[in-house]
């Protein structure tokens, strides 16, 4: 009677966890001992794991670790919660900053899938990551934990519940439970260890952020774990380092973007998870981007700039992992790192490095939709950066901007960047004066390499043309004055959204940098452009924005406004700009060779 009884309350325990209620299952479970409680135990266990992607952590714990104990700590949940919100598609995209060693691989990548096709069997995935070895490393452990005894024992578990509860009809499980009480498995023809698909549907493929085969791949989830190896960013110049780095951005915005088989909100999801680099890595550009960011530091403090109200710490200093992130061993890691790595991959706080303070000083300059043509200014002026070779596939780009100031205000409000020989650039200037709304005071050109060649030839045609010297300031010095004037606001650009904007033509090797920008401001830009698609015609103001950003060596438009800025803290203009006729190797089709009296009328 007695053992009748347990099994009874026994089985009111299970079917009590089964729904939920884990209270009344150990309620019903006390006293009870041997099978009965046995059975209880592990019902309970089970729930746990369905229920939570910490919960499965825990269940599948010994299966990638033997004996080793899990170490607990605050953390590790809300980073699990995280990542679930993600995967279950509740929250469409994210970037999540751990220092190495704090299971992020293990809880992102590694648990992702089998977690999922425990509630979702036709649910598929693509990951990938910046070493190859990472990449092979937890496929093959993401296999492991699905062909273990104890996971086929929680899956063979979910059928039965499923069953029993009579959820599943109508849902992911349905068509598998049709076919019997048998769960899903691995397809004969898809079982490889890179890329393994269920009978069921459901698929997982990873690949190199190197790769070349992204085109093609879908998934319902894309995720990437640690986009770049931190070696490339160790070794090697600083040109290397920003090339590479803004490789791997381009192939996240080019080719991975849009490898989501329903990009409807609410069917997707989109994650990003390692440590921070440098200032151009991925995760600064997707923090730009506004991507839901959460920061986990090492040692907790306050005054981060990316600090999240989900991290459970309160006091500075205090540890993200007391026992595995111990004082001991981060003053270790940061003796042998030095202070600049360990800022980046311990404190998520990288090093800024050369002009790349732009990128947030930009987010500080005040945005005006008004026509320049409107706002009374104090003055006006024309900076050009004169860069110019012989032919388009060897030159940089010239760039020739208006600014204005009204007192403490400066605007850039008009600007003209393209490729050009000598002959163009000359003809271009001419055109661009002739074009502003009311006249310029003056234009302005730095006299280095043919900058003086340049500035008595558009004598012969613009009166007010001056060289400046801006003396012995580096270029990196210049543009710390620019990002200083914006950082205090003091410095207008145009809305992009602004329709008597200029436009100018972008080559195919920038698309990849503008798209990401324009996307974040939700841009209806094409999805792909490929080499086929020749040259794209954008608002000025969305390409000075992108060299602002992405500080990667080619700054012409910034550079010419920093030397628009400093001629104005410098000297004040006397005389507006006149044209003289012009000389008919530059004359225009548009210009009859009358004086122009500045009014920006023919």
């Not at 320049?372 to 032919?391: K, L, Y």
Request: proline share 6%; with cysteine.
């Amino acid at each position: 009677m007695s053992a009748t009884l347990d099994r009874i309350r026994a089985q009111r325990a299970i079917l009590a966890a089964r729904e939920g209620d884990g209270e009344t299952a150990r309620a019903h479970a006390v006293g009870l001992s041997g099978e009965p409680r046995r059975l209880v135990e592990e019902a309970l266990e089970m729930e746990e794991a369905l229920g939570s992607l910490f919960g499965f952590l825990l269940y599948v714990w010994p299966v990638l670790h033997g004996a080793r104990p899990f170490l607990p700590a605050p953390y590790v949940r809300v980073m699990c919660d995280w990542i679930e919100e993600r995967i279950t598609y509740r929250r469409p995209n994210g970037y999540l900053a751990v220092p190495p060693g704090a299971m992020k691989s293990v809880v992102g990548s590694v648990l992702s899938a089998p977690f999922r096709w425990l509630h979702d069997p036709t649910w598929t995935c693509i990951w990938l990551s910046g070493s190859d070895r990472v990449v092979s490393r937890d496929s093959g452990r993401a296999r492991y934990i699905i062909r273990s005894e104890r996971y086929q024992r929680l899956l063979r578990y979910q059928v039965r519940r499923l069953r029993e509860l009579d959820q599943w009809r109508g849902g992911p499980w349905d068509e598998v439970l049709q076919a019997g009480d048998q769960p899903w498995a691995f397809r004969d023809d898809k079982n490889e260890r890179l890329w393994f698909e269920l009978d069921s549907g459901g698929g997982r493929q990873c690949l190199s952020t190197r790769s070349t085969q992204i085109t093609g791949l879908r998934g319902g989830m894309w995720g990437v774990d640690d986009a770049l190896d931190a070696s490339e960013v160790i070794r090697g110049s600083e040109d290397q380092t920003i090339r590479r780095l803004l490789e791997v951005r381009n192939v996240i915005a080019g080719q991975l973007w849009n490898r989501i088989d329903d990009q409807r909100d609410g069917h997707h999801a989109r994650m990003v998870i390692g440590q921070r680099l440098h200032d151009l890595d991925v995760g600064g550009w997707l923090i730009r981007m506004g991507w839901d960011h959460l920061c986990l530091p090492a040692e907790y403090d306050p005054e981060h700039p990316h600090a999240s109200p989900s991290d459970p710490r309160s006091k500075p200093g205090e540890l993200l992992h007391p026992v595995l992130l111990s004082s001991e061993i981060l003053n270790r890691q940061r003796e042998v790192m030095g202070p600049s790595q360990y800022a980046a991959q311990y404190r998520q706080d990288p090093q800024k490095e050369g002009g790349n303070e732009l990128a947030e000083a930009l987010d500080a300059c005040p945005r005006f939709f008004e026509h320049p043509a409107t706002i009374t200014m104090d003055q006006r002026w024309a900076s050009i950066d004169a860069t110019f070779g012989t032919t388009k596939a060897t030159s940089s780009r010239v760039a020739i901007e208006a600014m204005g100031r009204q007192g403490a205000i400066l605007y850039l409000y008009d600007l003209d960047a393209d490729v050009m020989t000598w002959h163009e650039m000359r003809q271009r200037c001419l055109d661009f004066a002739r074009a502003q709304s009311p006249g310029l005071d003056s234009f302005i050109v730095e006299t280095k390499a043919l900058g003086p060649a340049l500035v008595e030839d558009l004598q012969r045609v613009i009166r007010g043309v001056e060289g400046f010297s801006p003396g012995a300031q580096s270029k990196e010095s210049r543009i710390g004055v620019l990002a200083a004037r914006m950082r205090s606001g003091q410095f207008y650009l145009p809305h992009p959204d602004a329709t008597w904007l200029r436009r100018v033509s972008v080559s195919y090797s920038e698309i990849a940098t503008l798209l990401p920008i324009a996307r974040a401001r939700g841009d209806r830009w094409p999805d792909s452009l490929g080499k086929d698609s020749g040259r794209v015609s954008v608002p000025w103001v969305v390409m000075f924005e992108a060299e602002c950003r992405d500080g990667t060596g080619r700054n012409d438009l910034p550079d010419a406004a920093a030397q628009g800025v400093i001629w104005e803290q410098r000297k004040r203009p006397s005389e507006r700009i006149k044209l003289t006729p012009a000389a008919p190797e530059i004359a225009s089709p548009w210009f009859s060779g009358d004086m122009w009296d500045g009014s920006g009328g023919f």
